[in-house]
């Protein structure tokens, strides 16, 4: 069953890629590794430390990412395009041009 990972702003947050997974750190806790295949959507509130390989996996697995500011509001979306599958790039398309998606995110 895949779940929605939530990234929030903590103290000594660290995201790094580890093989086929995410191995997130946290200072005074156990590191915990979260494998992609269990990641549906991923949430980022907040100021967190995570490595640019993170992203760039997270979009190969086709996870989509959300980033919100601290107070929790400046919504970024960010979705895998990749032009070798051209069902994904005209969803996209239609999904940005749409007027209700376009406010909402």
Known sequence: MKRTLYLCQTKGLKVKLD???????????????????????AVVLG?????????????????PITVFSKKGTNATVMVCYDEKL???????????????NRERF
């Open 19 to 41: 093989g086929p997974s995410l191995w997130i750190e946290q200072k005074g806790h156990a590191g915990r590794r979260v494998p992609f295949q269990m990641i549906e959507h």
């Open 47 to 63: 100021n967190i430390t995570l490595e640019t390989a993170v992203l760039t996996s997270l979009s190969e697995f086709n996870i």
């Open 86 to 100: 051209p069902p994904y790039y005209h969803r996209q398309k239609v999904f940005y041009r749409s007027p209700r």
